[in-house]
């Protein structure tokens, strides 16, 4: 009996071995999937030309792969040209304020705040900053994305002497995070990945239009300008940033 029960046990084992490899091996497959897509997508969706960054800064930093994967999502949507990522515009406290990505449509000029994060975010649109929650042990703190993404709108508008009623400012996170704790106004748009693209299409399939065609190509033209900076611009600006955080 003890024999038998051991024979058992050990075909037990192998069998939960085998599962186990299969199932690595799955995964790995999985991945090695998903980074072939990204590598292929990366070149060709432009966002290597737009952005300035390579492929390795861009799949191994967190923000930067949080903006490939928007971009990638919106000119399913819009065709390519019309939208932009890493746009350099002038701003009060700092030489410069970056924006992550902007599309520009006749319904609008929507300009989006990325934020690449998971678990569960907490925050309004009065506080200086929103909290992230990882589990009971792990909290942090993060300026409020609707300010980030204020500055940017009113850059918009002087940079380009456009109404502000022209400009969707939109907050994204992650589909990993979860969202219930945002407490804002039905003016502020705060989504998940998959529903900033729904938001987006909806706007896209229902709202007039408030730009001319010509009106959205000069926007372009005179945005594309400031994209894709040189490095030195691109340093001073995170200096300037950290500065500035620092002494508030």
Excluded at 160 to 172: A, E, F, N, Q, R
Aim: glycine share 4%.
């Amino acid at each position: 009996m003890a024999r038998r029960r051991k024979k058992q046990d050990t075909a037990e084992q192998l069998v939960l071995l085998i599962i186990l490899i299969i199932k690595t091996i799955i995964k790995l497959i999985f991945r090695i999937i998903v980074f072939s897509f990204d590598l292929i997508t990366f070149y060709t969706s432009r966002y290597k030309e737009k952005s300035g960054n390579s492929f390795i800064k861009t799949y191994f930093d967190k923000g930067n792969y949080g903006e490939f994967i928007l971009y990638r999502k919106l000119i399913r949507t819009f065709d390519k040209k019309s939208v932009l990522t890493n746009i350099y515009l002038e701003n009060v406290n700092t030489d410069s304020t970056e924006i992550d990505v902007i599309a520009v449509s006749t319904k609008g000029i929507y300009v989006f705040e990325m934020k690449n994060y998971s678990g569960y975010i907490y925050g309004s649109e009065r506080d200086r900053y929103w909290t992230q929650v990882l589990n009971k042990w792990v909290k942090n703190k993060f300026y409020n994305p609707l300010r980030q993404n204020y500055v940017h709108t009113k850059a918009i508008e002087k940079y380009l002497s456009i109404k502000s009623d022209s400009i969707i400012p939109v907050t994204v996170f992650s589909n990993n995070s979860k969202l219930s704790k945002i407490n804002v106004g039905k003016n502020h748009n705060v989504f998940q990945y998959r529903d900033a693209i729904k938001f987006v299409k909806n706007k896209e399939r229902r709202d007039i239009d408030i730009l001319t065609i010509d009106m959205k190509e000069a926007y372009l033209i005179d945005l594309v300008k400031q994209c894709n900076m040189p490095e030195d611009v691109k340093i001073k600006h995170i200096e300037q940033v950290k500065a500035l955080v620092g002494e508030n």
